[in-house]
């Protein structure tokens, strides 16, 4: 009897970053860690649920760090390497950041899966981490029965060019850098129930850096907000948006850009966990339109993986924000909400 070979998104339980911990337990977890005593080189930590930390080390120089990995979300190897990669690029990119250095960290499962897999998983993360003008330094694996892949990654910002999640203004317009659906999109193909042109295009936008779109927020004269759009959703990034400047954030669901070919994939099929606990970590602090459309509402919960940039431009620049970002070809270039005075316990509208 012949045996079907695996495919690669047979070796997860979870796809990309819809296998974070959910957004309620993280905060739990960080409720009860023992913080260490403010030092006054840490110019961001865990208090704003930010991308990456960052620390100063001179007056005009900081470090930039995160570290991010997940299970396969596709099942080219090489397509995942270059997808995960962009995903960790991308926390420093949404620090107004540089990426310089990376460490490459892996789980495989060697004993059921040949090496040349995990071979193309990193050839295809130094594709991306090549394309961002970055270094590989080595890296770590351990075996595992599930594959992960991403990169621990260090860069560089000058404090006084920092943007993090909690600048937003009253006023802002909200601007989104990719198309949003990565997350049902993903999933249908793991159950081999997506078209494959769809499928395609989650794929460019999801290897696509974050580079020029950060490049485009500096051309257009900055920002005062600065966050990427990952595993808990375009409402749950905005919700830490929101809690960090101590405002509102209300986003239009007729505005959200969406992947060509997704919209009949956000159906409960394809609605991952993470879809469901990305709502029900905002119970209480989320207003949603009666008239507003479920399928698109649905959009702004769905987890993404190697999202785009979210925004918070001054009203004045946000036409020249918008035109830094068509001429630099970002796979979106969408205004897609606002920020207003915080209306009582509501941190993110829906309209």
Known sequence: MTTTPKRLTDYANCAGCA??????????????????????NVLVGTETMDDAGVYRIASNLALVQTLDFFPPLVDD?????????ANALSDVYAMNG???????IAAFP???????????????????????????????????????????????????????????RVGDRLVLTKPLGTGFVTTAAKRQEC??????????????????????????????????????GLAGHAFEMAQGAGLTLEIDSRAL??????????????????????????????????DADPTLVAFAFDAQTSGGLLIAVDPDRC???????????????AVVGRVVARRGAIAVAIH
């Open 110 to 168: 060697v004993d059921d899966a040949s090496l040349e897999i995990l071979s193309e998983i990193l050839r295809g993360a130094a594709d991306r981490v090549g394309k961002a003008g970055a270094v590989t330094l080595g890296g770590h694996t351990i075996r595992d029965k599930e594959i992960k892949f991403g990169l621990s990654v260090t860069g560089l910002v000058d404090p006084a060019e920092l943007l993090t999640n909690a600048g937003a």
């Open 77 to 85: 190897p090489f397509a995942f390497g270059q997808i995960a990669a």
């Open 319 to 333: 036409a020249a924000l918008v035109d830094e970002l068509t001429v630099r070809g970002t796979p979106a270039a």
């Open 19 to 40: 296998g974070k911990i959910s957004p309620a337990g993280i905060s739990q977890v960080l409720r009860d860690w023992a913080k260490a005593p403010n030092h006054p």
């Open 98 to 104: 540089t990426p310089i250095t990376v460490l490459n």
């Open 195 to 232: 078209p494959e042109e769809v499928l395609a295009r989650a794929i460019a936008q999801m290897v696509e850096l974050n580079a020029d779109a950060r490049d485009a927020l500096r051309a257009a004269g900055g920002a005062h907000g600065l966050t990427d759009v990952t595993g808990y």
């Open 257 to 290: 850009p969406i992947i060509a070919g997704a919209l009949p994939l956000a159906v409960e099929r394809y609605h991952t966990r993470a879809s469901t606990t990305n709502r029900e970590h905002l119970e209480g602090r989320l207003r949603v339109d009666s």
